[in-house]
């Protein structure tokens, strides 16, 4: 016994990558005999034992651990394949360890008597390899390794009911769109390379590491080094220009978007902006602040008027990384990476009790045969009554969200909020636009998520059916929102309730900033938050519960919002059917201009061809037909007379005789 | 007889073995090519596990290793001096690899033309014949000899292509056939000019030997191709650059390059499944491979000026071929187009002239020859079964053939760059060796790299759209139910062919220490020979 | 008036001969040859050659006509058949081209007697002059008795030993084949 | 007294007939009478020439002895139709062309 706990911190957070990856391979080879998905359960259970026991409480606070073996070779440069415990790491990989446990659990339930249920836990592992291995990646190129194979579990996952037009749409757009950000992140791994000669974190970034004793070379490949990962951060995680294919991502199994696009993979760009986070000069970190800050707004503007339960949620968590993102931009990556471990929770269990409704309306639908949206907030309503469990759960979990004392999204976001003003108040003037916006996000977040609760639990159920059986979900899926709902609460990451500074994950970065801390922020933001909040609610109550609906349907700015701003059919307009008529037009010019030419060519060479054979044939060869053919024809004539007619030889030889006689008579 | 020997006549026999068997003992044919290529393999196998990666010089003959070398031609000239021809093989890390592709190829398309029916004695000989062709291109260490199997190579794939291909066959032959041959052509020039600037240093006697070529110390003072201070031009074009571009047109028709692709998506479109095999995964490699080899190895000073438009060449066909696979309906073409974007790849990688570049240009080659093998094999799948490969005309095969859809899916994610497959190494190590050639001043800008990356983009855009457009969402056919009684899953056959092939891709993907492994020295001495003009 | 009687005879016989050639019935044509080969003996006399001309009656008329006549008609019937040639036409169509030939041999000898026009060889003017030519009064017959039996004896017996000759030979050519 | 002249027209006439009967005629019999035609004018000029020589009375001999061969000549050219005519089965010296080459 003692043998087996004496695992390395090494070894172990090795165990935790790769029995996941064992998983999906032994039900890859069984296929569709293993549809219970107990393999992965009890490979899950077991990564997040290891992470827990071995690898966290091992290193956490304590000097970074790293063990590389050399993978393969490049000229005078060795690649490896390596694992890096620090603190992020470690945390990093827990975080997803335990959100991915509770969702394992949960799915069993959910998604049970699915055909295709099989292949679910088969992407399911695959998922959980490939975020944990990009947890503990040593070098960046590893780490882009994973980057990619999140993104392609990713696709499979959305594409799950691959035969639903809507979900190949969407996981093909996602892939794409996250391909954008690959690029970015490969060329920044390219522009490192280049400049620093290594792509190993530690020998970047580690005490004396290359980064900080070679002369950076020019500022502007610095920038673009930065700008590149950030790109790549971007993508993932759902910033401005590239978040659209998040809201659309909702078309995978619910369960799915809980694990990946609520908690994990769209933080792993945070990740990312905290792991090379030395990288960025002043310039890049202003970018990322001004693109988290228009992130989160537009976003929260969105979620204002979606009816589809799952989209609200989306937009939140885009609104939600960015707030991280602006974290990072503002400097305190800390305050990003706790924002990002709470919010993994609370937005997981806000997926999961709209998984939760989401079941119950279906099962109402079918029961029914009706022809209703199952996740359309427009049709339920007074779900209460049915579903206490989980309208507590989603309340605690709202409120989390909206950053309500007591819970552990009021810790993070104050966090954030608070560095962000700091920050601003070290720069001044125009800065101070970015936490301002970010407060008046937060408001905009309590009043939609606030709608979503009035509008889902308060009131009557909109559709009208006889026999309502709604019931509250099973244990197997109620367990994990449970357990869940409890890590939303303050306790789990610090003993006050008030002051985030206590947090154990920030005690744990322990960064400095670069900014003088201000006290009588941290007093007066949390109350004109909160107090703002609960005015947004209250406003909301008196919308949607008691139905003092103030605004017409053809309000613009409604309209925006429910159009996600347009962008979509932008892109569409602009990007893909640009590209789609370049590649249309490039084909045309390779078929008739490129093509053409050697057609051309050929036709030309085959004319000049066909010319040469007609003077060959009729001029060069008629010439020698010609002679040929009058010695034929005489021949023939000749040998006409040959015919062996007495009587023509006799005249012929009579005729000459004549012919001669004339001739020497004319003679 | 040496090991190389016997790879590369091994076919050979196999092809007097099928002459002479009577026609009507048809079904051993495919057995006695089958048979040849399985041992050719196991010999490029033992060739494999047998070499090390001596650090040498590039134009060394130490450097290479299983080296043959018999006098073949000596033929006293007069005046002109000695010719002197040599039966001169050898192997490097460059070719070895390659040697290895191609014998694993072959397998496979032999294994692909298990249900050949047309005249079966001529298609196997003629296949077994290239073979020996290809085999001996990659071994050939001598100009001439290299020349001679490099049009010996040409004959049995005109007829491949023209007897047993689709419905434009004639067409596509012929333009395959006269396209390359303009190449070659052009080629033999170079070759004759090379010969008349090389002399052997230890007969004094003019020599095709490669090796000699590479030499500076060799080359006749005065002579058309002499390496230092040559003051001969064409047009105002230095003569080692017209050699080199020459030698380059030659070689970039092959791998394709973008204003001289034309040929390929014809070629590919019409052949028949496993020429098309051979096409992708074989005969573009030639291209490369004669790039790295000669190009580079014999006229370094010319490549070192000329690889700014190397590089934008390479960038421009990576996106050219990308869109128009874009625009493709035919999923044959559409694989035939995404061929010429992923071999813009190996020449903007060779262009950089970094250890990273050239190393990834080599491994993306090795990758398309498996990737791009799988890919024609996979469309000649469902060709097989209803005759019809328009994109359009297919929906939803996934509900229909569920291991056909893992398969495809795989070969394409592992085409489109997903990290685990041989083609991440490849494209990755491009970009960052092209990345990294601004830093290393080889003259190729960094937006090169940028704009070669959109390629990547791209090829994501296009396999996920056809995966979307066939094999996604509910099941519509153009043939109806009849094509859903004839499309069946995948057989035994078809899965022992595809799985080791793309097995080989994940394997490359993850270890890609077993190509970089014997090839590394061998891209260093090349760096060696090239570093000094830049 | 001798020279119309002459022409008279010229007349029948070139008619009979043109008649001869142009019939299409050969047996007509045969009996008309009996007309050309008299009006050829009266042209004989007219030269004065009176034993010739009786010598061609006899020879010609006596024996070569009556061994045609009978030679055919004693053979056998088919033969006979295709020598009536029972053609609806009276006359043969001719054959341009042999008309052609025999015109323009007609007309290059009517040239060459014209040309020639009683330029006589120096033999005949010597013979004139001192003459020894025939005269209508001479006994030919004698003349040529004696002749035959001293100046030309020889040819005489050659040409009967050939004649001999000819008719045996003549005799074992249409003699029937043996029946084996 | 004729004069020679009108012998030779005559004879000459007679002649070309003759040549007429050999080279046209389909029937050897009428090619027989053809070659008598061109015999007779032969002899015609014989006697017609013969006139002017009482010496040695030449041309009348001649005369004589060209009679008598054309009577032999008839007889063997009579027995050589008859023996062509049983092999052929025909007198037509067209359909006899076994000199073709």
């Known amino acids: 016994m003692s043998d087996l706990l004496n695992i390395s911190p090494i070894i172990g957070s090795m165990l935790v990558v790769l029995l996941p990856f064992l998983a999906f391979l032994i039900q890859a080879i069984l296929g569709k005999r293993s549809q219970s998905g107990n393999i992965a359960l009890v490979s899950i259970i077991l990564s997040t034992i290891f992470s827990l026991i071995f690898v966290f409480a091992e290193v956490w606070k304590q000097e970074p651990i790293s063990a590389n073996v050399s993978w393969f070779t490049i000229g005078t440069h060795t690649f490896t394949l390596g694992i890096l415990l620090n603190n992020l790491t470690v945390l990093m990989q ?118 900080y004793s070679l002369p950076a070379s020019s500022d502007g490949w610095l920038t673009f080094t930065g700008i590149c990962f950030f790109i790549g951060a971007m993508a993932k995680s759902a910033q401005f220009p590239l978040h659209v294919w998040l809201p659309d991502a909702m078309e995978g199994p619910t369960a799915v978007s809980s694990l990946i696009h609520a908690a994990t993979m769209v933080a792993a760009g945070v990740f990312l902006l905290s792991t090379v986070f030395p990288l960025f000069n002043q310039t890049v970190l202003l970018t990322i602040a001004i693109i988290g800050c228009i992130t989160a707004l537009i976003s929260a503007y969105f979620a204002i008027s979606q009816t589809d339960i799952k989209k609200i949620l989306a937009f939140s968590t885009i609104s939600q990384l960015g707030f991280m993102v602006v974290a990072v931009g503002v400097g305190a990556w800390d305050a990003a990476m706790f924002h990002l471990a709470t919010h993994a929770f609370f937005k997981c269990l806000l997926f999961l009790s709209a998984g939760a409704i989401i079941h119950e309306m279906a099962h109402l639908k079918e029961a029914n045969k009706l022809d209703i949206d199952p996740q359309d907030i427009n049709n339920m309503g007074g779900l209460k009554k049915w579903m206490p469990k989980t309208f507590i759960l989603m309340s605690i979990a709202s409120l989390a969200l909206a950053g309500f004392p007591l819970t552990s999204g009021f810790l993070s976001k104050d966090a954030i909020l608070i560095s962000a003003f700091e920050w601003a108040a070290q720069l001044n003037g125009l800065y101070f636009l970015i936490p301002i916006t970010l407060t008046l996000v937060s408001i905009l977040t309590a009043f939609y998520i606030g709608r979503l609760i009035f509008k889902v639990f308060f009131g009557e159920l909109k559709i009208k059916v006889e026999r309502i059986h709604l019931h509250e979900a099973n244990l197997s899926m109620l367990g994990p929102m449970i357990f869940l709902g409890i890590c939303s609460i303050f306790l789990v990451f610090s003993w006050n309730p008030i002051a985030y500074h206590h947090s154990f994950i920030l005690t744990g970065f322990s960064i400095t900033y670069p900014f003088a801390e201000i006290h009588s922020l941290h007093i007066i933001l949390p109350i004109i938050l909160t107090i703002s909040s609960a005015i947004a609610w209250v406003i909301g109550w008196n919308w949607y519960v008691k139905g003092k609906y103030p605004l017409n349907s053809g309000n613009k700015l409604l309209d925006i919002s429910m159009n996600q701003g347009y962008i979509n059919e932008f892109y569409n307009k602009i990007f893909v059917k640009s590209t789609l008529n370049l590649s249309k037009g490039l084909y045309w010019f390779d078929q008739n201009i490129v093509d053409g030419f050697v057609n051309f060519l050929a036709t030309i060479v085959r004319n000049l061809a066909h010319f040469s054979a007609w003077i060959d044939r009729y001029i060069v060869d008629g010439l020698v037909n010609t002679i040929a053919g009058t010695a034929y024809y005489i021949g023939h004539l000749l040998r006409w007379v040959q015919n062996g007619r007495l009587q023509n030889y006799l005249g012929f030889a009579f005729t000459v005789v004549l012919i001669g006689i004339i001739y020497l008579i004319i003679k | ?346 020449l903007l990688g060779i262009s950089s002239l970094t250890a990273e570049g050239i190393s990834g240009a080599m491994f993306q080659m090795l990758s398309h020859g498996f990737l791009s093998a799988a890919l024609f094999f996979l469309v000649g799948v469902v060709y097989d079964r209803v005759h019809d490969r328009y994109i359009y005309n297919f929906r939803g095969l996934a509900s229909i053939m569920p291991k056909y859809t893992a398969y495809v899916a795989i070969a394409f994610f592992a085409s489109l760059g997903l990290p685990g497959f041989s083609a991440f190494i490849g494209e990755a190590f ?105 | 008036m001798e020279l119309a009687i002459f022409y008279a005879f010229a007349a029948l016989v070139i008619g009979s001969a043109l008649l001869v050639v142009s019939l299409k019935n050969t047996a007509r044509s045969l009996f008309l040859f009996f007309i050309v080969l008299f009006g050829m003996a009266g042209l004989f006399i007219f030269a004065l050659a009176d034993f010739v001309a009786i010598t061609q009656i006899m020879v010609y008329v006596g024996g070569v006509l009556i061994l045609m006549i009978f030679a055919f008609m004693l053979s056998n019937k088919e033969l006979l058949a295709d020598l009536q040639n029972t053609s609806s036409k009276f006359l043969s169509i001719p054959n341009w081209q042999s008309l052609l030939l025999s015109i323009g041999f007609l007309a290059v000898m009517s040239y060459g007697i014209i040309e020639w026009h009683d330029n006589f060889p120096q033999w005949i003017t010597e013979n004139i002059r001192q003459g020894n030519i025939i005269k209508s009064s001479d006994n030919n017959i004698n003349q040529l008795g004696i002749k035959f039996m001293t100046q030309y004896l020889l040819p005489f017996e050659v040409i009967s030993i050939f004649l001999l000759a000819a008719l045996i030979g003549a005799a074992h050519l249409s003699r029937k084949e043996d029946p084996k | 007294m004729i004069s020679l002249t009108h012998f030779l027209f005559v004879s000459a006439c007679l002649f070309c007939i003759g040549l007429y009967a050999i080279i046209a005629k389909r029937n050897s019999i009428m090619i027989l009478i053809g070659i008598e035609f061109i015999i007779n004018a032969a002899i015609l000029n014989l006697v017609a020439f013969g006139r002017y020589d009482k010496i040695n009375y030449s041309g009348q001999i001649f005369a004589l002895f060209a009679i008598v061969l054309a009577a032999a000549a008839v007889a063997v050219g009579l027995a050589i139709i008859l023996n062509v005519y049983r092999k052929y089965k025909t007198i037509n010296p067209e359909n006899i062309t076994d000199l073709r080459d």
């Open chain 2, 430 to 534: 491009v970009i960052i060796g092209t990345f990294n050639a601004e830093s290393m001043n080889t003259g190729i800008p960094r937006w090169m790299a940028i704009f070669g990356s959109l390629g990547i983009l791209l090829s994501a855009a296009y396999f996920l759209w056809t995966l979307q457009r066939m094999f996604f969402g509910t099941t519509r056919l153009k043939g109806g139910e009849e094509w859903v009684k004839e499309l069946k899953d995948v057989n035994i056959r078809e899965q022992i062919i595809l799985f080791p092939t793309l097995a080989l891709a994940l394997l490359l993907g993850i270890m890609p220490s077993l190509v970089f492994g014997v090839l590394n020295n061998s891209v260093l001495s090349l760096l060696d020979l090239v570093t000094p003009y830049l």
């Open chain 2, 1 to 346: 007889m040496g090991a190389l020997s016997l790879l590369i006549f091994l076919p050979m026999i196999a092809v007097i073995g099928i002459l002479l068997l009577p026609n009507r003992m048809g079904h051993s044919f495919k057995y006695l090519a089958l048979l040849a290529t399985v041992l050719q393999f196991g010999l490029a196998g033992y060739l494999y596990i047998n070499f090390n990666g001596s650090a040498g010089a590039f134009s060394e003959v130490s450097t290479y290793q299983y080296v043959e070398q018999l006098p073949w031609i000596r033929l006293d000239l007069g005046s002109l001096g000695k010719l002197e021809v040599d039966y001169f093989l050898g192997v490097d890390g460059f070719s070895l690899p390659l040697l290895l592709l191609s014998a694993f190829v072959m397998l496979m398309a032999v294994g692909a033309s298990w249900n050949i029916e047309k005249s079966k004695k001529g298609y196997f000989a003629l296949l077994m014949l290239l073979n020996t062709a290809v085999m001996g291109i990659f071994c050939a260490l001598d100009f001439f000899l290299f020349y001679v199997f490099y049009e010996v190579m040409l004959l049995p794939l005109y007829f491949l292509i023209g007897i047993w291909g689709g419905a434009r066959r004639e067409y596509a032959a012929i333009k395959f056939f006269i396209y390359t041959l303009f190449g070659s052509v052009f080629m033999l020039l170079v070759i004759v000019g090379l010969y008349f600037s090389v002399q052997n240093p230890n007969t004094g006697a003019h020599t095709f030997n490669m090796l000699y070529m590479m030499n500076p110390e060799n080359y006749v003072p005065g002579s058309f191709f002499d390496f230092l201070g040559n003051a001969n031009e064409i047009f105002g074009i230095p003569a080692r650059m017209i050699g080199f571009i020459v030698l380059f047109v030659a070689f970039a028709i092959k791998i394709p390059i973008v204003p001289l692709h034309t040929w390929l998506p014809d070629a590919h479109v019409e052949a028949p499944t496993p020429v098309s095999i051979i096409l992708a995964g074989i005969l573009l490699k030639i291209g490369g491979y004669g790039v790295i080899r000669i190009c580079l190895g014999i006229f370094p000073d010319a490549a070192a000026d000329a690889n700014w438009w190397l590089g934008l060449i390479g960038v421009v066909s990576i996106i050219y071929g990308a869109l128009n696979a874009l625009a493709q309906t035919d999923l044959k073409r559409l694989i035939a187009y995404s061929s010429v974007s992923h071999m813009g790849f190996v």
């Open chain 1, 94 to 211: 827990l975080i997803v360890c335990i959100i991915a446990l509770p969702v394992h659990i949960y799915s069993k339930s959910y998604m049970k008597g699915d055909p295709g249920i099989h292949r679910y836990w088969m992407y399911l592992s695959l998922f959980c390899f490939a975020m944990l291995g990009l947890t503990i990646s040593s070098n960046l190129l590893m780490m882009y390794i994973f980057w990619e194979l999140v993104g392609f579990a990713s696709y499979l996952l959305i594409g799950f009911w691959f035969t639903k037009e809507s979900a190949v749409q969407a996981n093909k757009k996602a892939f794409i769109i996250n391909r954008i950000g690959d690029l970015g992140f490969l060329l920044g791994i390219a522009s490192v390379y280049s400049m620093y000669g290594s792509l190993n974190l530690v020998e970047l970034f580690g005490k004396d590491g290359l980064f």
